[in-house]
C-alpha cells in the first residue's frame, strides 16, 4: 500500500510519528538517536524513517512548509497509515519577550485567519485544539526530564512575509498568542475529523521583539529539549 505522497508499506510506520518541517530534521533525528532505523519514505524527497528510541519504536518524517503541506501528510498518515499520534516538532517566532531563543512552547490551541479548515470541511472556525491526552504526556516526559516548557496559544500563520498592514502585536494581543508557526492550525483540525491525536512542540528560533534569530543549521540540529521530549512518547 501507498499513497500519492508517501512510499510506505503496511507496518513500516509507527503508531506514533514525529513531524519536523524539515526533512533534513528527520534524517538528524534517524541519524542521532534512533536504532534499527529504516527509511520508509523519500517521495519528493520528504523523508521518513521508523527506528527504536530506547526499545521503542517511533517514526520521524518531514511535514513541508505551511499548512497544505502538512495537510497531505498528516492526512496520509492518520487516514491510510493507521497512526494514531502526530506530535510536530518545529520552530516558531516569539510574539513575546518573555519567550527566549531556544525555549519549549507547547501550543494549546492554534488560532489562524487561514481558510484550511472552511475549504476542507466547510466549517467557519478560528481556532484548532490538539489533543489534551497527548499534551499531558509531553508535559510529564517533559517534567522527568526537568525541561521547562511554556504552554499556550499560537498563531498559524498562512503567510510568512507579510505586508504591514497588521501587525503581529496587534495578533497577540487581540488572540493572546505567545508565536507564530505554519502548521498546527491544519494538523489539530486533520485530527479531529480523523479521530486521532496531534500536539505542537515547538522551539523559539527567532524573536520578532528583540529581532534575535538562528541560523538553519542550529534549526536543523540544535533543538534536542523538544526532541528529547517528543522522542519520550516512542511506544
Same mark, same amino acid.
Given at each position: 500500500?501507498?499513497?500519492?505522497?508517501?512510499?510506505?508499506?503496511?507496518?513500516?510506520?509507527?503508531?506514533?510519528?514525529?513531524?519536523?518541517?524539515?526533512?533534513?530534521?528527520a534524517q538528524y533525528i534517524a541519524d542521532n538517536?534512533?536504532?534499527?532505523?529504516?527509511?520508509?519514505?523519500?517521495?519528493?524527497?520528504?523523508?521518513?524513517?521508523?527506528?527504536?528510541?530506547?526499545?521503542?519504536?517511533?517514526?520521524?518524517?518531514?511535514?513541508?512548509?505551511?499548512?497544505?503541506?502538512?495537510?497531505?501528510?498528516?492526512?496520509?498518515?492518520?487516514?491510510?497509515?493507521?497512526?494514531e499520534n502526530i506530535i510536530r516538532i518545529g520552530s516558531c517566532g516569539a510574539y513575546t +519577550?518573555? @519567550?527566549?531563543?531556544?525555549?519549549?512552547? *507547547?501550543?494549546?490551541?492554534?488560532? =489562524?485567519?487561514?481558510?484550511?479548515?472552511? !475549504?476542507?470541511?466547510?466549517?467557519?472556525?478560528?481556532?484548532?485544539?490538539?489533543?489534551?491526552?497527548?499534551?499531558?504526556?509531553?508535559?510529564?516526559?517533559?517534567?522527568?526530564?526537568?525541561?521547562?516548557?511554556?504552554?499556550?496559544?499560537?498563531?498559524?500563520?498562512?503567510?510568512?512575509?507579510?505586508?504591514?498592514?497588521?501587525?503581529?502585536?496587534?495578533?497577540?494581543?487581540?488572540?493572546?498568542?505567545?508565536?507564530?508557526?505554519?502548521?498546527?492550525?491544519?494538523?489539530?483540525?486533520?485530527? +479531529?475529523? @480523523?479521530?486521532?491525536?496531534?500536539?505542537? *512542540?515547538?522551539?523559539?528560533?527567532? =524573536?520578532?521583539?528583540?529581532?534575535?534569530? !538562528?541560523?538553519?543549521?542550529?534549526?536543523?540540529?540544535?533543538?534536542?529539549?523538544?526532541?528529547?521530549?517528543?522522542?519520550?512518547?516512542?511506544?
Amino acid at each position: 500500500m501507498s499513497t500519492p505522497h508517501i512510499g510506505a508499506v503496511e507496518g513500516q510506520i509507527a503508531k506514533t510519528v514525529l513531524m519536523p518541517g524539515d526533512p533534513l530534521r528527520a534524517q538528524y533525528i534517524a541519524d542521532n538517536y534512533l536504532e534499527n532505523v529504516t527509511k520508509f519514505n523519500d517521495v519528493r524527497n520528504m523523508y521518513g524513517f521508523t527506528g527504536t528510541y530506547k526499545g521503542k519504536t517511533i517514526s520521524v518524517m518531514g511535514s513541508g512548509m505551511g499548512m497544505p503541506s502538512i495537510g497531505i501528510y498528516s492526512y496520509e498518515l492518520f487516514k491510510f497509515y493507521d497512526v494514531e499520534n502526530i506530535i510536530r516538532i518545529g520552530s516558531c517566532g516569539a510574539y513575546t +519577550k518573555e @519567550l527566549e531563543l531556544y525555549d519549549v512552547l *507547547l501550543a494549546d490551541a492554534a488560532w =489562524s485567519e487561514s481558510s484550511y479548515v472552511k !475549504t476542507q470541511s466547510g466549517k467557519d472556525v478560528s481556532i484548532t485544539y490538539p489533543s489534551e491526552v497527548l499534551n499531558g504526556r509531553i508535559l510529564e516526559v517533559a517534567k522527568e526530564l526537568n525541561i521547562h516548557v511554556t504552554t499556550g496559544t499560537v498563531h498559524s500563520s498562512d503567510v510568512f512575509y507579510r505586508e504591514n498592514f497588521l501587525e503581529y502585536k496587534e495578533i497577540r494581543d487581540q488572540h493572546n498568542c505567545l508565536a507564530v508557526e505554519m502548521e498546527s492550525f491544519a494538523l489539530f483540525h486533520n485530527a +479531529k475529523i @480523523l479521530n486521532k491525536n496531534a500536539a505542537c *512542540l515547538l522551539t523559539v528560533s527567532d =524573536s520578532l521583539v528583540t529581532a534575535e534569530a !538562528t541560523s538553519a543549521e542550529e534549526r536543523q540540529n540544535a533543538f534536542t529539549r523538544m526532541m528529547d521530549i517528543a522522542l519520550g512518547l516512542a511506544e
